[in-house]
């Protein structure tokens, strides 16, 4: 198990109403990834965090948000929520610097929009 | 940006044979190539991973192979158990903006006791 965990483990939406997702990374890492995973597909990265401040970004659109807080953890916002917008939605933190950049996931959190 | 392609799809096993899963990327620079697995409900987990100054990594049962040249890598797995049935994953890291990962399709592997 890696030190990573997200909060909610599972969310249900209806489909133009906002959601946050929690992500807090493991002890000693700096960066937090952000990847939407939709049933049967790989992993897609959404964006990433390094320093509080998006330091990259995915093919997706601005109502996809985040933030990072001086403790690492961090938030996934998604406003006007769409059908497709159902999907896992997992976090990976990682230590930027010193070569050490291999990307821990957590467990996810299983976001269904009706 | 990085395209990477995975094959197969789906593999089934006999428990105690090998299962091979090969990965290909688009681009050149890309420097860094992990692979996950993800098991049912669980987020995907390091399994191994290579960089691009080596041309093959063991971890017990597990190797990892890289051509370059080729740009294509593939994921080796001997004696498989029937705990090793879950998805794997492979991706490539780019040397541009955020050090993500581009992950390929994946590959559900079944290991038949």
């Known amino acids: 198990e890696t030190g990573v965990t997200q909060s909610p483990t599972h969310l249900i939406k209806t489909r133009g109403q906002q959601v946050t997702l929690r992500c807090s990374s493991q002890s000693g890492h700096n960066t937090v990834s952000w990847y939407q995973q939709a049933l049967g597909q790989g992993p897609q990265f959404i964006f990433q965090y ?65 | 940006g990085e395209n990477v392609e995975q094959h197969p799809s789906t593999l089934s096993v006999q428990e105690g044979d090998s299962a091979v899963i090969k990965c290909t990327y688009s681009d050149s620079a890309s ?3 992990p692979w996950y697995k993800q098991e049912l409900g669980k987020g995907p987990q390091l399994i191994i991973d290579i960089r ?9 049962r597990i190797a990892v192979t890289l051509n370059k040249t080729a740009k294509h890598f593939s994921l080796h797995i001997t004696e498989t158990q ?25 590959t559900r592997l079944t290991v038949i006791p």
């Open chain 2, 82 to 106: 029937p705990e090793d049935s879950a998805v794997y994953f492979c991706a490539a890291r780019g040397q541009t903006g955020a050090n993500n990962l581009f992950f390929g399709t994946g």
């Open chain 1, 50 to 114: 390094y320093r509080e401040e998006e330091n990259g970004r995915g093919n997706f659109p601005p109502r996809f948000s985040g933030l990072q807080f001086p403790n690492y953890s961090s938030e996934l916002n998604v406003n006007a929520l769409e059908l497709d917008d159902s999907a896992l939605y997992l976090c990976a933190s990682s230590r930027v610097g010193g070569g050490a950049d291999t990307q821990y996931f957590g467990p996810g959190t299983r976001l269904t929009v009706l």
């Open chain 2, 31 to 33: 420097n860094y190539f």
């Open chain 2, 52 to 60: 691009s100054n080596v041309g093959e990594k063991k971890d017990q």
